[in-house]
């Protein structure tokens, strides 16, 4: 399997998808479980042009606080340019309110790769084009921005519809050079949130779920008024079903998403296979990244596999593949 070295997607990273200037500062957030490898690579990197970097470790956040960042941390965001979100435990640094606040007044850029390893750093969407994705995300999102309802279906019954429109599609494509900007590594999606309280229907995941993994059986979900009414299936969902009634607003629908990355590994973790191509993510929980109102302990995506996909009365994505191209 082709790879790249670490050293290798620290310098694309920090030099082409960030574009980080000499005399920036940047801020790299880890926990206990990161892999330190990631860090000190991409450190090296913003160190040979000139940059300042300083490395923060935060403590390694369960489900319960997944989203909450240590108040030193948030604060001290707002003195540096960059943020680079490197924990492997939780998605704080990407979902964390105060990084949002940071991005509406266009004071921070940030690459999330929380909740990843070296693999993802170094393989499969690593490897892609990313300026041909970005170039893909910008038509999706043009359709995307245009309509008004999203539908998805799948051959295992998921059946969901919902309205959009409140806030614009987002394309998260590799690339976060401007304030206010935010992306991942490895990357290739268009998301939005729908507006809440109109998602309806019937959501069957297949593939791999945040804080669950892989479900031992499809995991069937009844949807009402935005809210999950109810939760169907084997152990992952016995799973699921816990987090949900634990975590205040875990049964919100917060996202849609839409993968484009034809280089995404099909390897049963969910980070990488939200974005490979042709597959679709649906979130519960938190929903403030995606310009909604409804604060969250968890942002938990959930991957379907053979997705059909209608903005309004036009299908960009059939059975899996992508029809907008």
Same mark, same amino acid.
Request: proline residues 5%; charged residues 25%.
């Given at each position: 399997?082709?790879s790249?070295?670490?050293?290798e997607?620290?310098?694309?990273?920090?030099?082409?998808?960030?574009?980080?200037?000499?005399?920036?500062?940047?801020?790299?957030?880890?926990?206990?479980?990161?892999?330190?490898?990631?860090?000190?690579?991409?450190?090296?990197?913003?160190?040979?042009?000139?940059?300042?970097?300083?490395?923060?470790?935060?403590?390694?956040?369960?489900?319960?606080?997944?989203?909450?960042?240590?108040?030193?941390i948030?604060?001290?965001?707002?003195?540096?340019?960059?943020?680079?979100?490197?924990?492997?435990?939780?998605?704080?640094?990407t979902?964390?309110q105060?990084?949002?606040?940071?991005?509406?007044?266009?004071?921070?850029?940030?690459?999330?790769?929380?909740?990843?390893?070296?693999?993802?750093?170094?393989?499969?969407?690593a490897?892609?084009?990313?300026?041909?994705?970005?170039?893909?995300?910008?038509?999706?999102?043009?359709?995307?921005?245009?309509?008004?309802?999203?539908?998805?279906?799948?051959p295992?019954?998921?059946?969901i519809?919902?309205?959009?429109?409140n806030?614009?599609?987002?394309?998260?494509?590799g690339?976060?050079?401007?304030?206010?900007?935010?992306? @991942?590594?490895?990357?290739?999606? /268009?998301?939005?949130? %729908?507006?809440?309280?109109?998602? #309806?229907?019937?959501? +069957?995941? *297949? =593939?791999?779920?945040?804080?669950?993994g892989?479900?031992?059986?499809?995991?069937?979900?009844?949807?009402?008024?935005?809210?999950?009414?109810?939760?169907?299936?084997?152990?992952?969902?016995?799973?699921l079903?816990?987090?949900?009634?634990?975590?205040?607003?875990?049964?919100?629908?917060?996202?849609?998403?839409?993968?484009?990355?034809?280089?995404?590994?099909?390897?049963?973790?969910?980070?990488?296979?939200?974005?490979?191509?042709?597959?679709?993510?649906?979130?519960?929980?938190?929903?403030i990244?995606?310009?909604?109102?409804?604060?969250? @302990?968890?942002?938990?995506?959930? /991957?379907?596999?053979? %997705?059909?996909?209608?903005?309004? #009365?036009?299908?960009? +994505?059939q *059975? =899996?593949?992508l029809?907008?191209?």
């Amino acid at each position: 399997m082709r790879s790249l070295s670490p050293e290798e997607s620290a310098r694309r990273i920090i030099r082409e998808l960030l574009a980080v200037q000499p005399g920036e500062r940047v801020m790299i957030i880890c926990d206990r479980d990161s892999e330190m490898e990631m860090a000190h690579a991409l450190a090296n990197e913003v160190d040979a042009l000139g940059g300042e970097y300083v490395i923060s470790i935060m403590p390694s956040r369960s489900y319960k606080q997944a989203n909450e960042l240590p108040a030193a941390i948030a604060k001290s965001l707002e003195e540096v340019d960059c943020m680079i979100g490197l924990t492997r435990a939780s998605g704080a640094p990407t979902y964390a309110q105060a990084v949002k606040v940071l991005y509406n007044a266009r004071r921070l850029r940030a690459i999330s790769m929380v909740m990843r390893t070296m693999q993802h750093f170094t393989r499969g969407g690593a490897l892609a084009d990313y300026r041909q994705l970005h170039a893909e995300g910008v038509r999706l999102a043009a359709i995307w921005q245009q309509a008004r309802t999203i539908r998805v279906t799948t051959p295992l019954g998921t059946d969901i519809r919902a309205n959009i429109g409140n806030a614009a599609p987002i394309i998260e494509c590799g690339f976060a050079t401007q304030p206010g900007q935010e992306a @991942a590594f490895p990357d290739g999606e /268009v998301s939005q949130g %729908p507006n809440e309280g109109t998602a #309806e229907g019937v959501i +069957v995941v *297949d =593939g791999p779920i945040c804080h669950v993994g892989i479900p031992d059986e499809p995991v069937r979900l009844t949807v009402k008024q935005g809210r999950v009414v109810t939760i169907e299936g084997g152990k992952a969902a016995a799973e699921l079903r816990r987090i949900v009634e634990e975590v205040e607003n875990a049964d919100n629908i917060a996202e849609f998403g839409i993968g484009l990355n034809p280089n995404s590994l099909h390897n049963g973790d969910f980070e990488e296979e939200k974005k490979a191509r042709g597959n679709v993510h649906i979130a519960l929980g938190d929903n403030i990244f995606y310009g909604g109102q409804t604060q969250s @302990a968890v942002h938990m995506d959930m /991957v379907l596999y053979r %997705p059909t996909v209608w903005l309004d #009365e036009t299908i960009v +994505v059939q *059975d =899996g593949v992508l029809t907008f191209l």
